[in-house]
């Protein structure tokens, strides 16, 4: 099984797909495709396991939601700022690239978050991250998301910094601006 040690997360647009590029210990470059719908299924896990797993969740075992989610936005907003920008991995015609099929996703009794990526051949890739670097990660894809125009609802709060568009107090009236579809 091939192991990556670093990760570029980005959104492709002539895709339509996240395009996430990775680095192995020799320094090959793998790109790993993930289709909107795998996506929309590994954020609503991730996102599922933090708000239960978490540190932040087993301090809060009563599950008060105010008191959850103003404790998930500040670990959120910790990991975040301490991202440390790096040098992307590069992707060029010539990287090898893999549709992914499904992800087996598992945590360690560490904490770590293990992912193990499919294509539907005989070929697995891993890729593990320790808590703070999930919610790196996070920031990172909700980031790109937002750029994709893909469904944002699947966001908590804690990392949108948005509250649901229920609890939201309406917005003034504007006028209608149209945007061009791409």
């Given amino acids: 099984m091939l192991e ?18 990775g680095e192995d210990q020799a320094g090959n470059a793998l790109c790993l495709w993930l289709t909107q719908r795998l996506a929309l299924r590994i954020i609503s896990h991730l996102v599922g396991e933090l708000s239960t797993s978490s540190p932040e969740a087993i301090q809060n075992p009563s599950q008060d939601s105010d008191t959850s989610q103003l404790l998930q936005g500040f670990a959120q907003q910790a990991a975040q700022a301490d991202l440390t920008p790096q040098e992307a991995v590069a992707s060029t015609s010539a990287t090898r690239a893999l549709l992914i099929q499904e992800v087996d996703i598992n945590r360690a009794p560490d904490g770590t978050v293990g992912f193990v990526f499919k294509d539907g051949s005989a070929e697995n890739v891993a890729l593990g991250f320790q808590q703070q670097q999930l919610r790196q990660w996070l920031t990172i894809i909700h980031a790109q998301w937002l750029v994709s125009e893909w469904p944002a609802t699947i966001w908590p709060e804690w990392i949108s910094g948005k509250a649901p568009e229920a609890e939201q107090e309406p917005a003034a009236t504007s006028p209608q601006t149209s945007k061009p579809v791409h």
């Fill in 4 to 21: 990556l040690n670093r990760l570029t997360s980005e959104y492709i647009q002539s895709e339509d797909r996240f395009r996430l590029t």
